[in-house]
Nanobody, 126 residues
């Protein structure tokens, strides 16, 4: 059974940076697509970024493009989300997700992913 564990969340001032990690275990993820989503209080879970585990193809939500970077490290079986120039509206619980290959249209939706982590809180103060 696949397991995803996020870490790296915390409290940061606006303009600051955080790096989230997602440690994957329990199966081989070599052909999987990995994603980051976030959910603010009272709002639906929304897409942030995605990467193909075996390649360099990435895609970002417009709201984070140019500020966030998704990457993966094969040896550590870990996916990262580097978040720079954070804004108060980035405050949310951030979730890591994984799934076998899917269409690009599905990669930006929660329905496209089979496995989810428990989430890590990111709070950005103004």
């Amino acid at each position: 059974q696949a397991q995803l564990v996020e870490s790296g969340g915390g409290l940061v001032q606006a303009g600051g940076s955080l790096r989230l990690s997602c440690a994957a275990s329990g199966r081989t993820f070599s052909s999987y697509r990995m994603g980051w989503f976030r959910q603010a209080p009272g709002k639906e879970r929304e897409f942030v970024a995605t990467i193909i585990w075996s390649g360099s193809s990435t895609y970002y939500a417009d709201s984070v493009k140019g500020r966030f970077t998704i990457s993966r490290e094969y040896a550590a079986n870990t996916v990262y989300l580097q978040m720079n120039n954070l804004k108060p509206e980035d405050t949310a619980v951030y979730f890591c997700a994984a799934s076998p290959p899917m269409s690009p249209a599905m990669a930006v939706t929660t329905r496209g992913y089979d496995y989810w982590g428990q989430g890590t809180q990111v709070t950005v103060s103004s």
